[in-house]
């Protein structure tokens, strides 16, 4: 099933998307819920970033391509022993259309396609046998990165946490999220990531049983899965598209920041 959050005039709800019509859901996406009979077209709403986790749990260099070119160098005595993990704020999370901020004076701006996984139940010590029991779907991400911040500060936060630097949505694809997804980007149309899960070097599993030895996922929670090689910088007025064959299509403009006087 196809998931949107929506805003028809005013009042936001959860939908099941079909045929560009979505159908009213009523209930508790993680509990017990049921689409209704009522429905609107999808182009009639405004589709918004599917969910607002309590946490955005993020991992680095989980393609080995990506790690070569960050590195400028064979990954293969780069590659992390284990995830590489970080946190990008729930507030930095923009919905399917809005802009993507330029910080002031920065020097380099990154987009990073990603899967990103939602958690369906409170997840704890989950084995990677059992890590599908604890899926509720996944959904595209855009893992936008300000690089010269991480150049001066071991924190990733500094240049992962910005507002409008998570965009997320358009839907979020309850079926089999464990089979093998493609994930791509394009800079204003021109291809430049073109990926699949496969490549990972951590699976979806491995990484939730790492997480859960740690911290407890709530149901809603996001694990930004990590971007294939392609990364490169954005500008102020660009337009990035993070797309799937199997999850649609999640556009942003880059507009520059407005500071108050
Ligand atoms: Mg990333």
Redesign the pocket.
């Known amino acids: 099933m196809k998931i949107v959050r929506v805003n028809d005039h005013g009042i936001i709800y959860y939908g099941k998307l079909e045929n560009d019509r979505v159908y009213r859901i009523e209930g508790d996406l993680f509990a017990d819920f049921v689409v209704t009979g009522s429905s609107v077209a999808l182009a009639d709403v405004t589709v918004l970033a599917p969910i607002i986790p309590s946490k955005v749990v993020?991992?680095?260099k989980?393609y080995r391509a990506h790690i070569e070119e960050m590195a400028k160098a064979p990954s293969s005595a780069l590659e992390p022993e284990e995830p590489e993990v970080f946190l990008k704020p729930p507030s930095g999370i923009i919905n399917p259309g809005d802009e993507i901020v330029y910080p002031d004076g920065a020097q380099r701006v990154d987009y990073?396609a990603?899967i990103a996984v939602i958690i369906g139940k409170k997840a704890r010590y989950v084995k990677k046998e059992d890590a599908g029991d604890y899926i509720f779907g996944l959904c595209l991400l855009n893992?936008v990165?300000r690089r010269d911040v991480k150049k001066t500060t071991t924190q990733w936060v500094n240049g992962?946490g910005y507002d409008t630097f998570c965009p997320m949505g358009p839907f979020i694809d309850t079926e089999a999220p464990l089979a093998v997804k493609t994930i791509r980007s394009h800079l204003n149309g021109e291809l430049r990531q073109d990926g699949t899960t496969d490549l990972m070097i951590f699976s979806i599993p491995e990484l939730i049983e790492h997480l859960t030895d740690r911290m407890t996922l709530l149901p809603g929670d996001v694990i930004?899965t990590?971007?294939p090689a392609g990364v490169a910088p954005m500008q102020v007025g660009d337009t990035i598209v993070v797309s799937s064959d199997e999850l649609g299509e999640l556009k942003n403009k880059v507009v520059a920041e407005k500071k108050p006087k």
Do not use: C, L
Request: a negative charge; aromatic letters at 0%.
């Open positions: 993020a991992i680095g989980n990073e990603e893992d990165s992962k930004a990590g971007t």
